[in-house]
């Protein structure tokens, strides 16, 4: 994609743009009078009365029915990591809407800075909370097959569609899939891809804030496309900055000199070099280098000029801040209060300044005070939840400080005294007693505790709390009949970041695994698929049948029996040996017509698959009569299905037959279209004749042996169909754009020849749509199955994601 640079300041590389020092020590200011302010109440213990006359009301919303809901919590309630089983007992018990209700209220005022007080605020939540509960319930319905996948892409685009950013999704599907593909093994990868979509989310909640039903499409589009982008350009700094330099994936020195990199780049507002890097990252680290300098100049030329140095400023702040806390060590046993806490006050709150910033979002009063006092307290919530996994790593949080130096450090403030003392100013000071908002906020508190006692167990977690509240035990006291009596505290978001870890590790382990399995199938596949020279006929054997092998043995994807082997074992549970004849015979079809694809008086190929084609190596008779073989060979295979009742095995030869008129059928319509105009209607059906027919053959002609009903074999169809357009459009795009050396076959040859394609007739841009169109048609068919369809939402995204 090609930005416009135009209002970008042009900066030299030696001229600081900020004033570093100057930014940073106004920042310090700010976060000291703040802590000290939070100091004077932990230290007289001021936010103890003011609490447990808070508990006192909140109760009564959370115990007065413990006996009814505990026994319905205990008996019916599912595991919460049952995510559709989940959303479907808060709305048959009656739950869904106060939970939505405050876990949009907390994010509206924890990522947006919202005052909870506001009407115009409470109308805002209601509305989200009506089409998030109704998207809820539609996906998540008894009768929705989930694909357990939370980047669910079929839905994400469809709703791109309904908001006419079609092109815009398609971009940012294809950057999470290059960031997935770039994170080096020592990061954890399921963490910063929720980290990144996060962000993404965030930039777009605040874009939200600024447009309404009466906003015209085209400044809708624009803003949500501009978000999109800028979320993503800011959230990279999670992954690309924040995660590798916590990792142990580079080296001190090249940490070292990264960080430098991005510091230099902040203070001057323009990226230096790479310049030379070490060898064994350099490949990662010049990947991320050339997306963050995309990203920052992304950002950089959708600020206003007002606003730009403020920008880099609050960058700068973060970023330090960041460095201050990376560098310490757990060994060090100087570090003052100050030390421990100015720099999370700072990260956390100017991290969504930061998200704020970068949007186009109106100017909001209050915003920067609540968002600024706000940040520690899920700092501090954080840390608290992350404690023994930072011990573990040597980290220096708050918590982890104070458990290692508190007999000797009796300076040192108790970070969970200082928990509760932000929970109290947040309250009393900052939100002035909202009745909403202390709800929210104490609903938070008392479920990060319940989940701490899940995760710990309850002897670990009792003596985590005496050890933590041994100067406040009767406060304690209250706090953790409320931990094991209350209920209706959970969140949505806890739930999704739950939900969404999950799914990135099995969408990961599970596309390994499909990788894995087509690799291993596709190497069996290949053992067995040479025709036997036969001594009777010494002509045939020496020309029809060595050029039918050289065809069989060029390095094919397989993609057909593939399908039907998997179909077979894992749907239809039908043993593999006894249907070789079966993937023999699919994949002998489809070299028959690779090779009446090739011939001069068709697409006159040169190549394929890294190879001469057939004409070439032999001459024009062979190829046709070498055809002709292997469509007779293929339906020889099928006779030999020893296994199966004979009319199973004549409903596959004769749907067979079928098949190859139908893909004669779409090669000629193919031929008569060059040069031509084709509608859309007419590319999907030449196409489906073309491809989609063979997808369909290895689908259906399993579950016909397997004795499937007629509905479920028609259901196959309908999902084979989309997929083999999918497919097609695909190889039209890699033709265009592809590599050639990837291929095994020259790029171009459709505008050569002529071809009508779905790029020649729509060009890249809609014919990446249509292909994302088809691909959506495809997914959603397969929600009509019922059966296991892991295998074929791997094949799509396989087929959309492919190089060759």
């Known amino acids: 994609m090609s930005y416009n640079h135009s209002n970008i300041t042009s900066y030299k590389d030696n001229t600081p743009f900020i004033n570093a020092d100057e930014c940073y020590e106004f920042a310090v200011k700010r976060a000291g009078d703040y ?18 006359n808070e508990f006192k009301s909140w109760k009564k919303g959370h115990m007065c029915h413990f006996a009814l809901t505990g026994y319905i919590s205990k008996h019916i309630r599912p595991d919460p990591k049952d995510y559709n089983r989940y959303i479907q007992w808060l709305k048959y018990s009656g739950r869904l809407e106060n939970y939505l209700d405050r876990s949009i209220s907390y994010i509206f005022m924890r990522d947006l800075g919202k005052d909870l007080s506001s009407p115009d605020t409470h109308q805002r939540i209601r509305r989200v909370v009506e089409r998030l509960k109704n998207y809820l319930i539609r996906y998540t319905g008894s009768d929705h ?6 980047l669910d892409l079929s839905s994400l685009y469809r709703k791109a569609q309904e908001e006419h950013i079609e092109s815009t999704m398609i971009w940012l599907m294809d950057k999470l899939k290059e960031v997935s593909a770039h994170l080096p093994e020592g990061m954890d990868a399921e963490q910063a891809e929720r980290k990144l979509v996060k962000i993404i989310a965030g ?19 624009q803003k949500l496309d501009v978000a999109i982008r800028l979320g993503y350009s800011y959230g990279l700094t999670y992954p690309f900055i924040d995660d590798i330099l916590d990792a142990n994936v580079l080296s001190p020195e090249e940490k070292s000199r990264y960080s430098n990199l991005i510091r230099t780049s902040l203070l001057n507002g323009s990226v230096p070099e790479l310049g030379i890097w070490p060898e064994k990252n350099r490949k990662l680290v010049s990947y991320m280098h050339s997306e963050l300098r995309e990203a920052f100049l992304y950002i950089k030329s959708h600020q206003s000029q007002e606003h730009l140095k403020s920008f880099f400023e609050q960058a700068y702040v973060f970023f330090n801040s960041q460095e201050i806390d990376r560098i310490k060590e757990l060994s060090n046993s100087t570090y003052t209060n100050e030390d421990l806490y100015i720099p999370i006050i700072l990260k956390s709150s100017s991290s969504r300044l930061i998200a704020r910033s970068v949007s186009d979002a109106d100017e909001d009063r209050g915003f920067d005070e609540r968002t600024f006092y706000y940040g520690i307290y899920n700092q501090l919530a954080d840390d608290f939840a992350d404690m023994f996994d930072d011990m573990e790593e040597s980290a220096v949080t708050p918590y982890t400080y104070w458990m290692k130096y508190r007999d ?11 928990y509760w003392t932000v929970i109290s100013n947040l309250i009393h000071n900052v939100y002035n007693n909202d009745a909403k908002t202390s709800e929210v906020i104490l609903d938070r508190a008392i479920n990060g505790l319940k989940r701490c006692r899940e995760r710990l167990g309850a ?8 050890l933590l509240t041994s100067n406040i035990s009767e406060f304690n006291d209250l706090v953790q009949e409320l931990v094991m009596k209350a209920d209706d505290v959970d969140f949505f978001d806890k739930l999704l970041r739950d939900h969404m870890l999950t799914s990135f590790k099995n969408e990961r382990n599970q596309r390994n695994t499909f990788k894995d399995t087509i690799e291993n199938i596709r190497h069996e596949i290949n053992s067995f698929l040479n025709i036997a020279k036969s001594g009777s006929n010494s002509l045939l054997s020496q020309t029809v049948v060595d050029a039918a092998n050289y065809s069989i043995e060029a390095a094919g994807k397989r993609l057909r029996p593939l399908i039907a082997w998997i179909i077979a074992r894992d749907i239809y549970r039908l043993e593999p040996k006894t249907l070789f004849p079966l993937f ?5 079809m489809h070299s028959a017509s690779l090779i009446y694809d090739d011939l001069p008086s068709q697409d006159n190929a040169d190549t394929r698959r890294g190879r001469k084609t057939l004409h070439n190596l032999y001459d024009l008779a062979t190829a046709e009569l070498t055809g002709l073989y292997l469509t007779q060979k293929a339906i020889e295979e099928q006779t030999y299905l020893n296994d199966f009742s004979a009319e199973a095995i004549l409903r596959i030869v004769r749907y067979s037959c079928c098949v190859t008129q139908d893909m004669c059928k779409g090669q000629l319509m193919d031929l008569q279209s060059k040069g031509k105009n084709l509608t859309l209607e007419e590319l999907d059906t030449i196409c489906f004749y073309k491809t989609g027919i063979a997808f369909e053959a290895s689908l259906v002609m399993p579950a016909i042996l397997a004795g499937a009903r007629d509905c479920e074999i028609e259901a196959l169809k309908r999902f084979a169909r989309f997929a083999g ?8 795009l890699l033709d265009a754009e592809g590599d050639a050396s990837l291929l095994g076959k020259p790029t171009g040859k459709d505008i050569l ?29 397969l929600n009509t199955l019922p059966h296991n369809i892991t295998f074929l939402k791997h094949l799509l995204l396989y087929i959309i994601n492919r190089d060759h």
């Open 725 to 732: 357009i999918t497919f097609q459009i695909k190889d039209d």
């Open 408 to 418: 000797e450090r009796p300076d040192l403030i108790n970070p969970f005294e200082l």
């Open 35 to 52: 802590f000290n302010s939070l100091l004077h109440q932990v230290t007289y213990k001021e936010y103890i009365p003011i609490l447990v």
């Open 203 to 221: 930039v777009l909640m605040h874009e939200f804030e600024g447009i309404n039903d009466s906003t015209p499409t085209k400044i809708r589009m």
């Open 145 to 150: 097959k989930s694909n357990s996948q939370i």
């Open 753 to 781: 020849n002529s071809n009508s394609t779905f790029v020649t007739a729509l060009g890249l841009e809609e014919a990446r749509k249509e292909m994302w169109n088809h691909f959506c048609n495809a997914m959603e068919s």
């Open 584 to 588: 023999r015979s699919i994949e002998y």
């Open 459 to 466: 002897y670990k977690y009792n003596e985590l709390m005496s």
